[in-house]
């Protein structure tokens, strides 16, 4: 399984992104999938994800709401919108995919696929 993420780049605070994740395996939507980030010395952290059925969604504290996952199951993507950027929202954010199906919790197995991930870079 590829996981492609894209959309990163530089922005101003209070800005906005969107991210972007397609995978390349056709069995997409009976995975969980969701979104980590690694800001410089320190450890990767899970920002939020979605179930496979997409009813339920999980956001860290320091991003619920102004972060938004949504997924395509047709489009085998995941997506993630950040809005009103904050500079220590500066980070490389990876996609992953949930390592069993359907499953009901966040990564309870661990991920299963990393992407490659995207660079989001917040200045003040």
């Known amino acids: 399984v590829q996981l492609q993420a894209s959309g990163g780049g530089l922005v101003q605070a209070g800005g906005s992104l969107r991210l972007s994740c397609a995978a390349s395996?056709?069995?997409?939507?009976?995975?969980?999938m969701g979104w980590f980030r690694q800001a410089p010395g320190k450890e990767r952290e899970f920002v939020s994800g979605?179930?496979?059925?997409?009813?339920?969604?999980y956001y860290d504290d320091s991003v619920k709401g102004r972060f938004t996952i949504s997924r395509d199951n047709a489009k085998n993507t995941v997506y993630l919108q950040m809005n009103s950027l904050k500079p220590e929202d500066t980070a490389v954010y990876y996609c992953?995919?949930?390592?069993?199906?359907?499953?009901?919790?966040?990564?309870?197995?661990?991920?299963?696929?990393w992407g490659k991930g995207t660079q989001v870079t917040v200045s003040s």
């Open positions: 992953a995919m949930d390592r069993t199906t359907y499953g009901r919790g966040w990564f309870p197995g661990g991920v299963g696929y």
């Open positions: 979605i179930w496979w059925d997409a009813d339920t969604t």
């Open positions: 395996d056709l069995t997409f939507s009976r995975y969980t």
